[in-house]
């Protein structure tokens, strides 16, 4: 089995790449739905979807700081599951098949497994320095302040 190598930046994670893949099927999928739900449906499914990718992006910006890492990635899962509640709204309503929606589901599901797993390990993507911002323990105004001009 050959060794995955670290990512250099989000477009480098598969999670990112396979929620990229969904958002541009749903763009497709969503053009054959009614014009009446441009603004309502159709707006929702797509703008759920792409917030996906844009959370593992601000994930990855935020990888210095673990909670915000974590919490960016509690986003996008949030975020994919908002989609399969559409993606279920528009098969109930006709505008998507079975198969479509069930398809795009076990996609969105899977993302939601991968981005769990990236919170459950996320130390490992923040990690030691370069990544952690530490500061070492420096005591403060330890001595009384000498203004500048006293010698």
Not at 30 to 36: A, G, L, V
Not at 38 to 63: C, H, N, P
Not at 76 to 99: F, M, P, V
Not at 121 to 128: I, N, V
């Amino acid at each position: 089995m050959s060794q995955l190598q670290h990512a250099r930046g989000f477009r480098d994670l598969i999670v990112y790449q396979k929620t990229t893949a969904v958002a541009k099927r749903i763009f497709e999928l969503t053009k054959r739905f009614p014009r009446d739900e441009t603004y309502s449906l159709t707006d929702q499914v797509r703008r759920s979807s792409r917030s996906v990718g844009a959370q593992i992006a601000e994930a990855w910006a935020k990888r210095r700081y673990e909670k915000h890492f974590v919490s960016k990635l509690t986003d996008a899962d949030g975020e994919q599951q908002e989609t399969q509640h559409w993606i279920d709204t528009a098969a109930d309503c006709g505008y998507l098949t079975d198969q479509d929606a069930s398809s795009l589901n076990r996609e969105l599901a899977e993302i939601g497994r991968m981005l769990n797993s990236m919170i459950e390990k996320a130390p490992s993507f923040c990690g030691d320095p370069p990544f952690a911002v530490r500061e070492s323990a420096v005591d403060y105004f330890t001595t009384p302040r000498q203004r500048v001009n006293e010698e």
